[in-house]
């Protein structure tokens, strides 16, 4: 028992750290996205978008009925492309809940819909075709039905040939308590921005909902963050936090 509460520990400092280093003292990770559940054990998802140009910082969250996160133009004079930065970034099914950095939400929600899986819904979609960065398209899901899943997927250019897609997806057990598993689009800052690389990472999502919040939203670069959101989920309902600028 003294071992397990060890490795447990362990766990927490080492999503800690990660939280540290690929997000707090990271001046741009990008959108980022992370699936898990709160101290009081409810599931949350937590999504934030960032930007560099004009066009991206043109944006802010609106929560909608149905459990649906969108970003929408604060300025619509000011739109240059809207393709890459409306969209739903979070829907919801009956014990399903998807989240993700683009219009993939509305994707694989159709799929699943339809009783399709994600996998079916991204074999569709490539990454983002706003070269030379090419932007990942990461998203996660929640499945609830009998049982508790995690998913984590992200489609990326190859970096050998941007023009094709590298597709992965993590099937996930549950988390423990006040952790989560983590994705963002981007490693660093760059030009062209560097892609994100290897396995989701293990997050922290201590606290309440509104005290994950805040510790997110402190921790991304105070002159490219742009909005956050954190889901809570429980008992067949949820409710979303925002902060944003």
């Known amino acids: 028992m003294t071992g397990h509460t060890s490795r447990l520990d362990e766990l927490r400092v080492f999503a800690e750290q990660n939280f540290g280093r690929h997000i ?3 001046r741009y990770p990008g959108r980022g996205l992370a699936v898990g559940r709160l101290s009081d054990g409810e599931w949350a998802q937590v999504y934030w978008i960032m930007g560099r140009s004009a066009n991206s910082r043109n944006r802010r969250f609106v929560v909608d009925d149905g459990g649906t996160l969108r970003t929408e133009a604060r300025d619509l004079s000011l739109v240059e492309d809207p393709s890459l930065i409306i969209y739903e970034a979070m829907l919801e099914l009956p014990d399903r809940y998807i989240v993700s950095n683009g219009d993939q939400t509305r994707t ?14 991204l074999s569709t979609r490539e990454r983002e075709p706003d070269a030379p960065n090419y932007t990942p398209r ?13 998913a984590v997927s992200i489609l990326r250019a190859n970096a050998s040939d941007p023009d094709q897609t590298d597709r992965a997806t993590w099937r996930l057990p549950r988390p423990p308590d006040g952790l989560g598993y983590g994705i963002t689009t981007y490693r660093s800052d760059g030009d062209p921005l560097p892609s994100y690389a290897g396995d989701p990472l293990w997050l922290p999502l201590a606290g309440s909902a509104e005290e994950v919040a805040e510790l997110y939203w402190a921790g991304l670069d105070e002159e490219n963050r742009i909005a956050l959101a954190v889901k809570v989920i429980a008992d067949g309902s949820s409710r979303i936090v925002l902060r944003q600028g």
């Open 138 to 150: 990461i998203a996660g899901l929640l499945d609830l039905r009998d049982g508790e899943r995690v």
């Open 108 to 121: 694989i929600w159709d799929a699943i819909l339809a009783g399709g899986s994600m996998e079916d819904a």
């Open 24 to 26: 707090a003292a990271n």
